[in-house]
């Protein structure tokens, strides 16, 4: 997906549920605060989305543009409705959000998430696809492990939970190190 698809997709939300905001999750979220990424970064072909104010909405977003949908059959990507409860974010995570709104988006706004909040979402979900997003970010040097090991304290995980992700992105940042990548140390 590229940004100006992504565009459209918030720009299709609006029309469909007549909000004005919209928080952009999961991977294409990367495209708020890096408009042109590398391409293992954009090869999702769906964006997971929900009204800022009124996320019941979310359903009717998947039924218009999710997929399967004559829209994804049109443009070859598509929404998912989904909800805030359904990346694992840290405190304050809204206040690091990067507002895509122009034009494109009939100047409606998706708020996609800080890099550093998308990595702790993708680690916190555990899929190996996460894994793969998340040392990406470390390789092209879009996160470090001292900035995203700083935020985990902020998540909403108890104290084990806390310890098995600080040790999984360290592991993470240690397999790279060991591949010749040039990480900087935690």
């Not at 999961?26 to 009124?54: C, H, K, R, W």
């Not at 049109?74 to 895509?100: C, E, I, N, S």
């Not at 555990?126 to 470390?138: H, I, V």
Request: with cysteine; hydrophobic share 35%; aromatic share 8%.
């Amino acid at each position: 997906m590229t940004r100006e698809e992504l565009e459209h997709i918030i720009r299709a939300s609006a029309d469909i549920t007549d909000q004005y905001e919209f928080v952009i999750v999961g991977s294409q979220s990367m495209l708020g605060p890096v408009p042109n990424p590398e391409a293992e970064f954009t090869v999702s072909m769906e964006a997971d989305i929900y009204p800022l104010q009124a996320p019941e909405l979310a359903d009717k977003i998947d039924g218009a543009i999710g997929e399967g949908s004559q829209f994804h059959q049109t443009y070859g990507y598509y929404a998912q409705g989904v909800g805030p409860d359904t990346a694992t974010l840290p405190k304050d995570w809204m206040h690091r959000v990067h507002r895509v709104q122009n034009g494109n988006t009939n100047d409606r706004v998706g708020y996609c998430l800080d890099v550093l909040d998308l990595f702790l979402a993708k680690a916190s979900a555990g899929r190996e696809k996460d894994r793969e997003f998340c040392m990406a970010l470390f390789k092209h040097g879009y996160a470090t492990p001292a900035k995203v090991l700083a935020l985990v304290p902020t998540l909403p995980l108890d104290g084990q939970q806390q310890r098995r992700l600080r040790a999984t992105i360290r592991r993470w940042a240690q397999t790279l190190r060991d591949a010749g990548h040039n990480l900087p140390e935690d």
